[in-house]
Structures are given as structure tokens and as C-alpha cells.
């Protein structure tokens, strides 16, 4: 081979043996570090919103169960013309019919039975019931009035879901509803 040859080649061989950027260890750690700490945030961030979501519509689901079981009550009470208190169970009689409503607490549920009817749940399954009490508070200037007491609860087995619990105290009277 010539002289003028080898430099061509050698020119050639050259202007291919242009490094392209790399990535240096230091740098790959960075990326790695950065990344996993976003990894972790991301996490963590949607875990704490799973567990707000359950958290609201349990106590959505808690709420409504609570109005339902006293708007029922209510409304036997309007059409009633006489209470009997019995522990924690509440009997109303019905003025037209004579048909009497019962109200009672049974395994965690609060269960409503017409006359010698199958009782129906009024609260949900998976809603505990804490505490159900009434309290006649009948005076000679209200007839057939009532205080309920009421307690409802979530209290799961499970780690994601938060425990909550609502009580409310409401009074009802057969005379000024």
C-alpha cells in the first residue's frame, strides 16, 4: 500500500470514531434516584386518595342509611295514633288500619315488621348498628313523643378502609307531625 493510501484510510477511520454521548455512571444513578423518589410520591398520593374515596362513600352510605331508618319511623308515626316503648323497640299503631310497625335492633341491623310481616332490614349489611335506644319522653303537653338515639358505624377488618361512625339524636312526637 502507498503512503497517500494509508492516510485515506486513516482520515476515514477517523471521522468514524466520533464518540456518541453516553450516559456516565453518576448520571444513571441521578435518573434512577429521581425516578424512584417520583415512583414513591405517585404511590402515595394515590393510596391517600383510594382511601378518602372509601372514606366519603362509606360515610354517604352511613348518612343515608340514618335518614331512610328515621324518615320510615317518621312516617309511621304520621299515620300512627299510638307508640309502645319496649326496651329498644318501638312499636306504632296504625290509626286507620290498626296495623302495628315494629322497630328493632337484630344482629347489627335495625329491621322494621308490619303486623306478623317477614321484618325487612332498614339499614344496610354493611353498616354496624352501636347503639339504637328510644326514650319515651312523653308529656301531658305532647303526646307520643319519642327521643332515638342512633349510632351507626363502619368498622371494617380491613387495613384500607377507615373507620367511621355517625350518631344522631332525634326526637318525634305522633301529635305535632
Known amino acids: 500500500m502507498t503512503r ?3 492516510k485515506i484510510i486513516q482520515k476515514i477511520n477517523f471521522k468514524n470514531d466520533k464518540r456518541l454521548p453516553a450516559l456516565s ?3 444513571m444513578l441521578i435518573y434512577v434516584a429521581v425516578l424512584s423518589i417520583l415512583v414513591v ?7 391517600l386518595i383510594y382511601k378518602n374515596k372509601v372514606s366519603i362513600e362509606d360515610r354517604a352510605s352511613i348518612n ?3 335518614r331512610i331508618l328515621i324518615k320510615s319511623i317518621r312516617d309511621d308515626m304520621y299515620l ?5 316503648v319496649a326496651g329498644d323497640q318501638l312499636t306504632i299503631t296504625n290509626r286507620g288500619t290498626g296495623d302495628q310497625v315494629r322497630y328493632y335492633e337484630e344482629a347489627d341491623q335495625i329491621h322494621r315488621q308490619l303486623n306478623a310481616d317477614i321484618p325487612v332490614a332498614v339499614t344496610a349489611s ?3 348498628v352501636q347503639e339504637f335506644t328510644i326514650t319515651d319522653i312523653t308529656t301531658p303537653s305532647a303526646a307520643g313523643t319519642i327521643r332515638i338515639t342512633l349510632q351507626l358505624g363502619n368498622y371494617p377488618l380491613q387495613y384500607l378502609k377507615p373507620e367511621i361512625s355517625q350518631r344522631v339524636i332525634s326526637t318525634m312526637s305522633l301529635k305535632f307531625l
Do not use: K, Q, V
Open 80 to 84: 300512627g295514633n299510638a307508640i309502645s
Open 41 to 47: 410520591a405517585i404511590t402515595g398520593l394515590t393510596f
Open 64 to 66: 343515608e342509611d340514618m
Open 4 to 6: 497517500l493510501t494509508t
Open 25 to 27: 455512571l453518576l448520571e
Open 126 to 128: 354493611s353498616t354496624d
